[in-house]
């Protein structure tokens, strides 16, 4: 047998009556398993292609709508002013209450809830809570919201990637089934393949493995493919600008890299400290979200530019077509308006005003140190800031590259961002963290820099690996009664339980045997034994036996002094072994 595949004798092949040949078991289920996989991957570029086109034409028509439509202009002291914008987030503040009310919704999920569930080995992304997240996103952005639709169709993609995990139970583990949503998400949304497939690993996975390259790379460049023939997208951001030669610009670009760290950790830092507000606040969820509404339809009649996605003022940053005085006005703006919706319960993505406020951030700068002389670096500077503000708040660098890469087709403009995109995301991971969703599950006691094995060790019960195989001693018995069960069970440490199974303590050998024998064993307990409460992870548990000396430890209830069972040092290694080896085979496989 040759690669799984079975040869016949010679005797065999020349028997007329003969089977042909066939596959080996292992073979079949190796044939089986690409087969699958290769399906899974274009099942899921298709679905992504169709939901992210859907949720993108369907924000950016109604937003086409909204500026069109003048029925709602009224003359103010001789200056026509348009109260659309009020009245479309109001209404997108109302249905979203009505979502969150109806269907009992507390808390919205994203990228962050993304990357958890990729990093744990269960399947435990609530579908149900993403499916209704990504339709309000929709909603909120389609209203005007000052917020993105990218992020929340990267969780969409692992939401859908998750109900099929469920459909096809074992083919794959989690986190490719994520992965592939995720790249099918982001190739859609920008129409860049490449891209998609480095976020998922960079970003979401955070690990490599043949086994979850293969589908991710179907299901990205399916969901391309079907953006580009079905719904004839093109690229989203355009450019015209001449790119000066790397050695000119390099020094100018990385010297901006601070700037844009600045402005990266002001975008995060505001909506952190603005949601901590509203969450601390007495105000009720609807008045706060209706106050958003408010605050932010206010500012859109004035600065529409500020409104929605941003993919229009976008381009017309990057063609130059804003003064200097109007670019900060703007970057301001959208700071403050992106946080005050994300705040006050207009929920949204981050990853499009981040691109935003990256743009504004690169045409500022651009501005001015083309007035300093350095004329070439004034075109270059936008797209270094969108790349480096971007890839710091995500927590993808080279993901911004290849988007900026295969969204312009410029190779040499790409090359132009890396120095801004290092500098600013090695600032902003010193002084912030390493991205604003990474932060976002610290807040919740979730840190995934430690890794998957740190996790699993932490979300694993120690009752999972607990034993009732030990000594058991009633607190009636005598001294000489403990000795011999103990000596009949081999065992140096025993317990002492009332009828109820409530610890009473703990009994050690050596503290018997030359005591007299008739005495109470209650007498010779273990002062203050190491005792583990079984609401304890494994590596909680390792933690709390660092100095432990002894056969075993009892697993009790510090309330309620109820004895579950005990567990020896050597069960502790053993499960540690036992995990850590699931979590090699999976980033491994």
Not at 150 to 158: D, E, M, Q, S, T
Not at 225 to 242: G, R
Not at 414 to 433: K, Y
Request: proline fraction near 3%; hydrophobic fraction near 50%; charge should be neutral.
């Amino acid at each position: 047998m040759f690669l799984g595949l079975r040869f016949k004798s010679k005797d065999t092949m020349n028997n007329d009556t003969a089977k042909p040949n066939h596959l080996s078991p292992f073979a079949r289920n190796r044939i089986k398993l690409i087969l699958n996989i290769f399906v899974f991957g274009l099942i899921t570029g298709v679905l992504m292609a169709i939901f992210a086109n859907i949720f993108v034409n369907t924000v950016s028509f109604i937003s086409s709508y909204r500026t069109t439509l003048d029925i709602f202009t009224l003359e103010v002291f001789g200056t026509a002013i348009n109260y659309l914008p009020i009245i479309t987030l109001v209404l997108a503040a109302s249905v979203i209450i009505i979502i969150r009310n109806h269907f009992e919704i507390t808390r919205w999920n994203g990228p962050a809830d993304s990357i958890y569930a990729a990093h744990r080995t269960d399947n435990e992304l609530d579908t149900r809570v993403g499916y209704f997240s990504s339709l309000v996103a929709l909603i909120s952005a389609s209203g005007g919201s000052s917020v993105g639709l990218y992020g929340p169709l990267v969780h969409l993609g692992a939401t859908i990637g998750t109900s099929l995990k469920a459909i096809t139970k074992d083919l794959l583990s989690t986190d490719v089934f994520i992965g592939c949503g995720v790249a099918g998400a982001i190739s859609a949304g920008f129409g860049a393949p490449l891209a998609g497939i480095i976020f998922a690993h960079e970003a979401v996975l955070r690990h490599f493995s043949m086994r979850a390259l293969a589908p991710i790379a179907i299901a990205s460049f399916t969901a391309s493919a079907i953006t580009e023939k079905i719904f004839n997208k093109s690229s989203i951001f355009q450019t015209n600008n001449e790119i000066p030669e790397l050695a000119n610009i390099l020094p100018v670009t990385l010297a901006c890299s601070p700037i844009f760290a600045i402005s990266a950790i002001a975008f995060m830092m505001c909506i952190r400290t603005l949601t901590q507000i509203a969450a601390k606040s007495n105000f009720s969820p609807i008045v706060l979200i209706y106050s958003g509404a408010i605050i932010c339809g206010v500012t859109g009649i004035f600065v529409p530019q500020v409104l929605g996605l941003g993919t229009e003022s976008i381009n017309q940053m990057l063609s130059g077509n804003f003064l200097l005085s109007f670019l900060i006005i703007i970057l301001i703006l959208k700071i403050l308006m992106t946080s005050i919706c994300l705040s006050s319960g207009l929920f949204g993505g981050i990853f499009a005003p981040a691109l935003f406020i990256g743009t504004a951030t690169g045409s500022i700068v651009g501005k001015i140190v083309s007035i300093l002389g350095f004329i070439g670096a004034g075109s270059v500077l936008p797209f270094c800031g969108m790349a480096a503000v971007g890839g710091a708040i995500i927590g993808a660098p080279v993901t911004a590259v290849i988007i900026i890469v295969e969204i312009t087709g410029s190779y040499s403009l790409g090359l132009s961002t890396m120095a801004s995109v290092a500098g600013c995301c090695l600032i902003t991971h010193l002084f912030f963290g390493h991205s604003f969703f990474d932060r976002q599950l610290i807040d919740r006691g979730i840190n995934v820099n430690l890794g998957r094995g740190h996790l699993k060790l932490m979300e694993e019960p120690v009752l999972n690996y607990t034993t009732d195989d030990f000594c058991r001693i009633d607190k009636s018995e005598t001294v000489n009664s403990a000795l011999h069960k103990m000596i009949i069970s081999k065992y140096t440490e025993a317990y002492i339980m009332n009828k109820d199974s409530q610890f009473l303590g703990k009994l050690i050998i050596n503290d018997l045997i030359d005591a007299k024998k008739t005495l109470n064993v209650l007498s010779f307990i273990t002062q203050e034994p190491l005792t583990l409460n079984p609401n304890l992870s494994v590596l909680q548990s390792i933690e709390a036996c660092r100095s432990f000396v002894g056969e075993s430890i009892p697993i009790v209830d510090p309330d309620l002094k109820k004895f579950h069972g005990v567990i020896s040092e050597a069960d502790l290694f053993s499960a540690y072994l036992d995990l850590d080896k699931q979590i090699k085979d999976l980033e491994n496989g």
